[in-house]
């Protein structure tokens, strides 16, 4: 693997947006990554921010792959858990041991920061064999429901 993994910092606005049109080549959903993306100021103070984690693959400069991630603060002990939200490597640079860079990557800042664990969810359809196969190389699974609870905007003081 020839690759350079970085995380992104504030001023990484032009990687971050490389980063998204990465994610929505990978998932097929040009609409969400892409064609509404937030602003310069918001994507910097995200960056900036000391809950959201980007790190990206690059391959001569190039990106080809990436994580975005959240630490997500716990209230009953003194302690973290990094939440991997979005994982792609772009169809060309697969099968080189890029995931599983980002993923140890993200695990070592993890424990920089005092996390316990880094997790990720996983959906269960064919086309996603190949990731529940890392996830199960790199981690323990565990049996859990996911619920999507949406969010009523005229009920939002209820």
């Known amino acids: 693997m020839a690759v350079d993994i970085r995380q992104l910092a504030a001023d990484d606005v032009v990687l971050m947006r490389a980063l ?29 921010g000391e809950s959201f984690i980007a790190l990206v693959a690059l391959d001569d400069g190039v990106v080809v792959g990436g994580i975005a991630a959240y630490e997500l603060r ?8 990094v939440y991997i939200y979005d994982l792609a490597v772009a169809e060309a640079h697969r099968r080189r041991g890029i995931a599983t860079a980002l993923i140890r990557k993200l695990a070592a800042l993890a424990a920089g920061r005092g996390a316990h664990t880094v997790f990720v969810q996983a959906d269960t359809g064919p086309e996603d064999a190949a990731a529940r196969a890392l996830y199960s190389k790199l981690g323990r699974r565990e ?11 005229e009920d939002g003081d209820a």
């Not at 716990?74 to 858990?81: A, G, I």
């Open 20 to 48: 998204l049109a990465t994610f929505g080549a990978v998932f097929h959903d040009e609409s969400t990554y892409i064609a509404s993306q937030p602003g310069d100021g918001y994507l910097s103070r995200l960056l900036g």
């Open 143 to 153: 049996r859990v429901l996911h619920f999507d609870i949406p969010v009523d905007a």
């Open 74 to 81: 716990k209230f009953e002990q003194e302690r973290s858990e």
